[in-house]
Nanobody
């Protein structure tokens, strides 16, 4: 069992930055692929980023590539999402998720391949 808790969301002006954190409790955090997803009002949950168990491989959606960076510290059981050059269209609830599926692009983008989810943190980007 893994429990996830996101933090770091808030209100920021367009062009600004935020760093989200996702703290995990439970066993063998370092075994899990960690994903970041977001959900805007009236829309489905959208893949944002994923990082493999060691932190050595990351993958991003086209909409955030070059602006967002995911990292992890397995000693602290924490994964991060650094978000720069934020845009109003980045406004959403951001969720972190943990899964054991192979780190393949068509798997890590799928919500169904993550077993555990956090409660989410709101990110609002104003114009």
């Amino acid at each position: 069992q893994v429990q996830l808790l996101e933090s770091g969301g808030g209100l920021v002006q367009a062009g600004g930055s935020l760093r989200l954190s996702c703290a995990a409790s439970g066993r063998e955090f370092s075994s899990y692929t960690m994903g970041w997803f977001r959900q805007a009002p009236g829309k489905g949950r959208e893949f944002v980023a994923a990082i493999n168990w060691s932190g050595g491989t990351t993958y991003y959606s086209e909409s955030v590539k070059g602006r967002f960076t995911s990292s992890r510290d397995n000693a602290k059981n924490t994964v991060y999402l650094q978000m720069n050059s934020l845009k109003p269209e980045d406004t959403a609830i951001y969720y972190c998720a943990a899964g054991l599926a192979p780190f393949l692009h068509y798997r890590i983008r799928s919500v169904t391949d993550y077993e555990y989810w956090g409660q989410g943190t709101q990110v609002t980007v104003s114009v």
